[in-house]
């Protein structure tokens, strides 16, 4: 009986076999990488309609973070400044200023400024600003050196196994309280034992439950 | 040489059994029979069958499209019936789908030689079974594209499935099941496969029946490591025709509800998948046997003994049907009794009368050789039985549910047209796989049939 198949057939099952495993090595490594909300998300960096510079305000002038975010501590939601916080000062400085022109056309129609919201949750995940400083996280832990930052950008993932790295082992990120806004904080060699205590005085127990955070 | 056919029988004690092979058959016709069926020209009842099917299978396409879309409330689940038909389906289909494994597992090992006849489409009809089985509890979900989320992948929220839960160990019962169930059938169509091959006419069929049967020659040393490999596959299936259905009653048992709450639930369903998929093998072997002119190959002598199965297995459902009520009694709990009195006379009486006629009253009748030998008998009682064995999962599933804890909560449910029409169209992706195999595979093992000829026998022709 003639032979089907050429001789050279005989290598297919071989190089298909490798093939299959190149394919899935490269499609896991693919998602591993591009998939995930390190790629995805760190970065995110808006225009925003007004060139603020956090940098400027924060970091060069020394503005306190709450001076702004007037909410962050008593509120689950660190509130974007209302245009009113901005003509505080804005009123008298740089009063003529061309880029905050935006900003005095918002304070003359009383229309809010349209700021672009960078560190943006899912709807389905309840976050509370005002627990996590009680707590004592600060506010560099989840949005990163904010005062270096020219125009604000996501410099971690938010993602929920990020969340879940602090709600499971939260010591070295406790601060005592009146470090929260420091930009440039770091643990003190003793920090273990301060978190034990300020946990226990405090009662911090994160939850790790879906109701947790999915309520 | 054809009376004393029984004699060469592998064991020798059954000489006064009928033979396995009626007609005579040689090597040659043997083969020429089977590969027959799939060389002629498509006759024109198949394709009016498979324009039926794939009409149905089209129509459940169809409908799980728009299910996705506009989400699982076009079903009849609600509070306090959240699992309804959709479950009722999947573990019907998952039960049906048991039978494959046990004859071309349990039996291969114990030496069963008639279950060459029957193996490879009761296995198909396993493949297939299994496939509209986990269609269901992949669409019940309601947001599929979270599906992924059943299968341990790490992902970014470090979520993992609950290993404690029996869903998830369905997913791996299921999943392997079919992973074998798939492996065991194409390993044992190989050598007919190359049969095929061999006698294939057109280029195509060369290529493609060469491809599928990886060069398989027939030599002895293949024959040899074939053999070996049907034997290890077989000893590593044989543990899941008991573990699937086993996994899938924790569903039910694992959970504190009562009438799901009972520890005899792992045998009670593994004997009842036993019992419905040799019910729908029947179903099936009988209309091909018909259809394809199968009866020396598939003989009165084989269906006495699937009935047989059935009648053992029937009982053994029965039993636990009675026994739940005994525990319902033994234990003293007041809402295990209410459960089950609930289920015999509540307001699903009628299912539950439906199941105890089709399952237990039913399979009596093959308590008698007259009727276990009759066609007509063994084709609509193995109906009859698959209609008990679907009845005995929704009085399972629903009647449990319906009456939860609290009376207020209390409902009464009832299926949607969606929920019949995907039900219905199940059956329409059963039947065009099915088709489709039986127009396009060797039916029956023709190289294992060869095994159980007296020609095989080494010791045929001559005198003792």
């Known amino acids: 009986m003639a032979q089907i198949f050429p001789e050279w057939t005989n290598k297919i099952p071989s190089y298909a076999l490798l093939a299959i495993i190149l394919i899935i090595a490269t499609m896991t490594g693919f998602f591993w990488y591009y998939g995930s909300p390190k790629y995805t998300d760190v970065g995110y960096r808006p225009i925003q309609p007004v060139p603020y510079s956090h940098k400027l305000h924060a970091g060069d002038l020394g503005i306190d973070c709450r001076y702004c975010h007037i909410s962050v501590e008593v509120s689950p939601v660190a509130n974007v400044p209302p245009t009113q916080i901005c003509m505080n000062c804005h009123k008298i400085i740089l009063p003529q200023s061309e880029k905050l022109l935006p900003v005095r056309e918002s304070w003359a129609t009383g229309l809010p400024m349209k700021w672009v919201r960078v560190h943006n949750l899912p709807d389905y995940v309840y976050f509370d600003h005002s627990m996590h400083l009680y707590a004592g996280v600060g506010c560099a832990s989840c949005h990163g050196n904010v005062a270096e930052m020219e125009v604000v950008m996501q410099v971690e993932p938010l993602s929920m196994s990020w969340c879940l790295k602090c709600h499971r082992n939260p010591d070295q990120y406790l601060r005592p309280a009146n470090q929260v806004t420091n930009m440039k904080w770091v643990p003190s060699p003793d920090q273990m034992e301060f978190a034990n205590r300020v946990r226990a005085e405090k009662g911090i127990n994160p939850p790790v439950d879906c109701s947790g955070c999915h309520r | ?464």
């Open chain 2, 1 to 464: 040489m054809r009376s004393e056919s029984g004699t060469y029988n592998q064991i020798g004690l059954h000489s006064q059994e009928t033979p396995l092979i009626t007609g005579n058959q040689t090597f040659a016709s043997v083969t020429d029979a089977i590969s027959e069926i799939i060389e002629r020209k498509t006759p024109r009842l198949w394709y009016l069958a498979i324009a039926f099917s794939s009409s149905l299978m089209i129509m459940f396409f169809v409908l799980i499209g728009y299910l996705i879309w506009e989400g699982i409330g076009i079903w009849g689940i609600n509070v306090p019936v959240g699992w309804g038909w959709a479950i009722v389906n999947f573990v019907f289909w998952v039960g049906i789908g048991h039978a494959g494994t046990l004859i071309s597992a349990i039996l291969f090992l114990l030496r069963q030689r008639w279950r060459t006849s029957i193996n490879r489409f009761a296995e198909a009809m396993t493949l297939f079974a299994v496939i509209c089985a986990m269609i269901f509890p992949a669409i019940h979900v309601g947001r599929i594209w979270v599906a992924y989320w059943m299968f341990p992948l790490p992902n970014q929220m470090d979520m993992w499935p609950n290993f404690r839960s029996p869903l998830i160990w369905d997913v791996f019962a299921v999943s392997t099941y079919f992973t074998v169930s798939l492996l065991f059938w194409y390993v044992g169509l190989i050598p007919d496969l190359a049969t095929l091959r061999d006698r294939a006419k057109s280029r195509l069929r060369k290529i493609l029946l060469g491809i599928f049967s990886l060069g398989w020659r027939g030599g002895n040393r293949q024959w040899k490591h074939y053999e070996l490999a049907y034997l290890l596959l077989a000893g590593l299936s044989t543990p899941l025709v008991l573990s699937v259905h086993s996994v899938v009653s924790t569903d039910f048992a694992t959970s504190v509800l009562p009438g799901w709450h009972t520890t005899i639930f792992p045998p009670y369903f593994v004997a009842g998948a036993i019992f419905s998929g040799f019910a729908m093998v029947m179903t099936l072997s009988i209309i091909a046997r018909k259809v394809f002119k199968l009866e020396d190959f598939i003989t009165i002598g084989h269906f006495e003994k699937m009935s047989k199965i059935m009648l053992l297995t029937g009982m053994m459902v029965g039993y636990a049907y009675s026994i739940e009520f005994f525990m319902a009694w033994y234990s003293g709990n007041d809402y295990e009794a209410f459960a089950f009195l609930n289920r015999a006379f509540g307001p699903y009486a009628w299912a539950y009368w439906i199941m105890i006629t089709c399952n237990v009253v039913v399979p009596q009748v093959f308590w008698f050789r007259k009727l276990r030998t009759s066609i007509p008998v063994l084709f609509v009682s193995s109906i009859l039985i698959n209609v008990g064995m679907w009845f005995e999962r929704f009085v399972i599933v629903v009647s449990s549910l319906s009456r939860d804890f609290l009376p207020s909560s209390w409902g009464y449910y009832t299926p949607t047209i969606y929920d019949v029409g995907i039900f219905v169209g199940s059956f329409g992706l059963f039947l065009t796989l099915f088709l489709l195999f039986v127009r396009f595979l060797p039916i029956i093992a023709v190289s294992e049939i060869k095994g159980v000829l007296p020609q095989a026998d080494p010791h045929y022709g001559k005198e003792h």
